[in-house]
């Protein structure tokens, strides 16, 4: 896992995942990670982890 991170929480409908996925290695500079929610629906809600501020703001906006 990485430290100093920083976390968004999206929920995605089947076969969002990946597209999102995809933008992440596209735009990202730093290090970025996703996991599945524990505390969330199975398999369409996720955490995505991110080290950079930049990243962070940018994939914020994206989904927004």
């Not at 990202?28 to 629906?41: F, L, R, S, T, V």
Request: proline residues 3%.
């Amino acid at each position: 896992m990485l430290q100093d991170t920083s976390k968004v929480k999206i929920d995605l409908s089947y076969g969002e995942l990946k597209p999102v996925i995809e933008w992440c290695e596209r735009n990202c500079i730093g290090d970025w990670h996703y996991m599945e929610d524990p505390n969330g629906a199975m398999y369409s809600s996720w955490i995505f982890l991110f080290d950079n501020d930049r990243d962070l703001v940018a994939f914020t906006l994206w989904k927004k």
